[in-house]
């Protein structure tokens, strides 16, 4: 059972290009979501599907854009990145209510 | 603002001992609290959960819940150096809303 999976696991980027970050769930989860994490902030939500076909945004939504391609994944697009948003990011998803969080094992972006 | 306040540490406790660890919440009516465990360099995994107010156990941790207070904790019992992990907590303030995370707390298990 994979849980969460996120790809890439690493990548460098240049200041201007832009990419995506995948994200897929295996376990049948309505809500999924996107943090960054970086020293000293914890973990900041960018934005959220409550479910299939919706999208909002959490607290620091600037520069990035989501796709719920489906209920499985959830991807996160930079369209141009900037050395600002050098981070760690996780994906995470839960079913639903009052269930908990479970977490990808994080993609650690570097932009140069 | 929906907050959850958490002591960034670091905690020290020696081997054995038992770590105590806090969290207080702005809205008194979240009804779903999170304890969740980061290594460092590593994704968050979740420990604990508790609904209802008083303590809930398992194995070495127990989370205690106290809602008239805004209050939650984290005891973890016999600490083992693996157990130095930086722990977070994390409320769902109502219905189908986003987990609101704590900036967790950094433990160190001294041998």
């Known amino acids: 059972n994979a849980g969460v999976t996120q790809t890439p696991k690493f990548q460098v980027l240049k200041t201007g290009q832009s990419m995506t970050l995948q994200c897929a769930q295996d376990?049948?989860?309505?809500?999924m979501y996107w943090y960054r994490q970086d020293p000293g902030m914890g973990l900041r939500l960018i934005y959220y599907?409550?479910?299939?076909?919706?999208?909002d945004k959490g607290e620091v939504p600037n520069g990035y854009n989501v796709s719920r391609l489906n209920k499985r994944e959830f991807s996160l697009r930079l369209e141009s990145a900037a050395p600002s948003q050098t981070s760690v990011y996780f994906c995470?998803?839960?079913?639903?209510?009052?269930?908990?969080?479970?977490f990808g094992d994080g993609t650690r972006l570097s932009i140069l | 603002q929906k907050e959850v306040e958490q002591n960034s540490g670091p905690l020290s406790v020696p081997e054995g001992a038992i770590a105590s660890l806090n969290c207080t919440y702005s809205?008194?009516?979240?009804?779903?609290f999170f304890w969740y465990r980061q290594y460092s360099g590593k994704s968050p995994e979740l420990i604990m959960f508790?609904?209802?107010?008083g303590d809930k156990e398992d194995g070495r941790f127990t989370a205690q819940l106290n809602k008239a207070s805004q209050y939650v904790s984290l005891l973890i019992r016999d600490s083992q150096p693996s157990d130095s992990a930086t722990y977070l907590c994390?409320?769902?303030?109502?219905?189908?809303?986003?987990?609101?995370f704590g900036k967790g707390t950094r433990l160190s298990v001294i041998a």
């Open positions: 376990m049948n989860h309505n809500s």
């Open positions: 508790i609904y209802s107010n």
């Open positions: 599907s409550a479910s299939e076909g919706t999208t």
């Open positions: 809205d008194r009516g979240s009804q779903s």
């Open positions: 994390a409320v769902i303030y109502s219905g189908n809303t986003p987990l609101v």
């Open positions: 995470a998803s839960r079913v639903s209510g009052d269930q908990p969080q479970h």
